[in-house]
């Protein structure tokens, strides 16, 4: 005779198996939803000027918050390498670490997440109103392919507009760390300066750049995926647009990691 | 209606599916060339639903729908794009693009959204706002800048511009007084007749419907239950359809 299974266990592992089978349908989506912009982006019709104008939206519009987030951290940073360095008479490693921490990790990253916090948000609500008051609809009965017309533009702007950025954002770090530890902690500006050109690599520049271009790609898709798969109305608006950041904020910091990891491990 | 014309649009046993909710159950439909047809029923009834197999947005489940003989279920996308440029629309909210100036919306099927030949644009823009009652004062404004009548006018010459040779309502009045629901009535009315295109229009909006068809159905339950001219819309015989059209609470439809 056959025992019984108890309710519960058979219960947990439904809710686990639907847990799984809907996180594999959503990557799948997405997978496929990446796939076919790419596509659709390196085959024509183009849309150069739509590519240009969101080139500005994404990158110029972007660099007031990028810049004062760069100098703040960047300086936020010497001042703590020192504070903890000092225990340890290690003080003059803040040029080095400076250099280190903004190039390799904390400008790709929170450019980033600041240009998640504003550009995929903004995406995803854009089209999200355009998806539930039917222009996505009247796009296509005007015979315009809204990947090639809306996303495409997005995705190549994001990618091409935050290495550049990133860069920016670098250098302004870089910059508010110098400031600090020359106007408030009493550096020698010619030795920081030389400790600075000292520890800064290509390959980490190379690294910040592609991480930039990653993450660009991570908050496009993002912003876009959601934003197209708005459902209801202004509530589903909403609900898109949380979305578009948190996942954008999540997988950037994940692909971070396992650059990171593929890079340095 | 046997007239031995390929019919412009042709519906037969159109099937879809949301889930467990069948919406149209077996949809049966022909429109002639030059024909204005009205499809009427209450809200949920698959009107929208109907209309959006037809422009290929949705994918019926089964059955078939033919523009011009061709069918357009399972065709190719580069085929379907061919087709629907016998396609202009009239959306219930307008869908005016927010973001472009009025003269760029209502050539925005001729351009696809490109900045080509800006001056012809604008003259074009220009002749088919005059159509709708519409001056060249507001080629630049904004959808946003106009009022819910003169959005759905624009949007009347946006679908108009192309010169289609099938033109769909998607319940073209609401959300407008009388009046002006009735100015909108009669321009669709002239526009059909002077541009000699089909048109199909979703209403529930019984003085519009019979304004604007030469021929009226009704869906009910994911089916077209009754069809016929305009003028036995309230002499259908039909027990739906009477209750419908004189808007009463008791009746078969619950």
């Known amino acids: 005779m056959i025992k019984a299974i108890p309710a519960f266990p058979l219960l947990a592992f439904a809710a686990i198996g639907r847990l799984v089978v ?81 190039v390799r990790e904390l400008g790709p990253v929170l450019v980033g997440l600041m240009v998640a916090g504003r550009v995929a948000s903004a995406m995803a609500a854009e089209l999200g109103t355009m998806r539930v008051t039917e222009q996505l609809d009247a796009l296509a009965t005007l015979r315009t392919d809204s990947y090639r017309y809306l996303i495409a533009p997005r995705l190549v702007a994001a990618v091409l507009a935050l290495p550049v950025m990133v860069l920016i954002a670098n250098s302004i770090g870089i910059m508010g760390g110098y400031l600090l530890s020359i106007y408030k902690l009493g550096f020698n500006p010619a030795s920081y300066l030389a400790t600075t050109r000292q520890f800064l690599e290509w390959d980490d520049i190379r690294m910040a750049v592609v991480k930039a271009a990653v993450f660009g790609f991570i908050i496009a898709l993002m912003g876009c995926y959601n934003g197209l798969h708005t459902r209801g109305g202004a509530a589903g608006v909403g609900k898109a647009t949380t979305d578009a950041v948190v996942s954008s904020f999540v997988l950037i910091l994940f692909s971070d990691l396992v650059i990171t990891i593929v890079a340095f491990g | 209606m046997a007239t031995g014309m390929t019919p412009k649009i042709k519906l037969t046993d159109v099937v879809k599916r949301f889930g467990e909710k069948c919406v149209l159950d077996g949809v049966n439909l022909s429109v002639e060339p030059g024909e204005s047809v009205a499809i009427i029923g209450g809200s949920g009834t698959g009107k929208s639903v ?147 295109v089909t048109a199909l229009t979703i209403t529930h909006d019984m003085s519009s419907a019979r ?44």
């Open chain 2, 211 to 254: 304004k604007i068809a030469d021929r009226v159905a009704m869906l009910y339950n994911g089916r077209i239950i009754w069809h016929g001219p305009r003028d036995r819309l309230y002499d259908s015989g039909n027990p739906y359809v009477d209750q419908f059209v004189q808007g009463r609470a008791d009746g078969p439809i619950r």
């Open chain 2, 50 to 196: 109907t209309l959006k197999c037809i422009l290929a947005l949705l994918i019926p489940d089964s059955g078939s729908i033919e523009i011009d003989g061709q069918e357009i279920v399972g065709a190719r996308s580069s085929e379907i794009a061919r087709i629907r440029a016998k396609f202009g629309m009239l959306f219930q909210g307008g869908a005016l693009f927010d973001s472009m100036p009025v003269w760029r919306n209502v050539t925005f099927g001729l351009t696809q959204g490109r900045m080509r030949e800006p001056a012809r644009m604008r003259h074009i823009a220009e002749e088919n706002l005059e159509r709708v009652g519409l001056g060249r004062d507001i080629l630049n404004l904004r959808p946003n800048e106009l009022s819910g009548g003169m959005q759905k006018r624009v949007a009347l010459a946006r679908a108009i511009a192309p010169r289609p040779e099938i033109i769909f309502f998607d319940e073209p009045t609401t959300g407008l007084d009388p009046i002006r629901a009735d100015m909108i009535n009669d321009l669709i009315t002239s526009l059909v007749k002077d541009l000699g």
């Open chain 1, 22 to 102: 809907g996180l594999l349908a959503m990557v799948g989506r997405v997978t496929k939803f990446a796939l076919t912009t790419i596509v659709r982006a390196v085959t024509p019709p183009y849309y150069p000027a739509r590519l240009f104008a969101q080139i500005m939206e994404i990158g110029w519009f972007s660099l007031p918050v990028v810049g004062l987030t760069a100098i703040f951290t960047g300086s936020a940073l010497a001042q703590q390498i020192y504070t903890g360095g000092s225990r340890f008479n290690a003080s003059s490693t803040v040029p080095a670490i400076v250099v280190f921490g903004m």
